[in-house]
């Protein structure tokens, strides 16, 4: 009650809105992205705007560039680094499939780090794990950025 006297509004809502930001969300291609790292955003993007599939044909379309950065945090003694920061920085674009419009664009941050020991294994595993992580983290953002966009357009 007190939410709405400020002017708040969830985003996904009980009503036709939010519904109508379901839809235009299902409306968007996303071409595939080079690397391994980009395959993992490009398929937690898929499952979180398009789980029914690509739109045939899409309304909208949504590029994404990736940057990787890896950053040495804690070093020992001997100067061998046993933690790092991953940062993943994704700007997209979404644009009208048949105008080729700019609709919306932005730079999207995250960061997951993990420890280094002494079984390369382990390593490998590890900056993998953080990798998915902060795939995950730059999807989802960019899935909220779009239903707010969504979201103010059909007002």
């Known amino acids: 009650m007190f939410l709405t006297a400020c002017g708040f509004q969830p985003l996904y809502g009980i009503d036709r809105r939010a519904a109508d930001i379901v839809v235009e969300l299902g409306d968007i291609r996303i071409p595939e992205l080079e690397d391994r790292l980009g395959q993992i955003v490009r398929n937690e993007l898929l499952d979180l705007v398009t789980p029914l599939g690509e739109p045939k044909p899409p309304r909208y379309v949504l590029r994404v560039d990736l940057k990787e950065q890896k950053e040495g945090l804690a070093m020992e003694r001997d100067a061998t680094i046993t933690r790092f920061n991953l940062t993943l920085t ?4 979404l644009t009208d499939a048949v105008t080729r419009a700019r609709l919306s664009n932005g ?5 997951a780090a993990y420890n280094v020991v002494r079984s390369e294994f382990a390593n490998v595993i590890a900056g993998r794990d953080a990798e998915v992580r902060a795939a995950r983290v730059v999807a989802e953002e960019i899935k909220t950025r779009l239903s707010i966009y969504f979201s103010r357009a059909s007002r």
């Open 90 to 93: 994704a700007e997209y674009e």
């Open 107 to 111: 730079t999207v941050r995250a960061t």
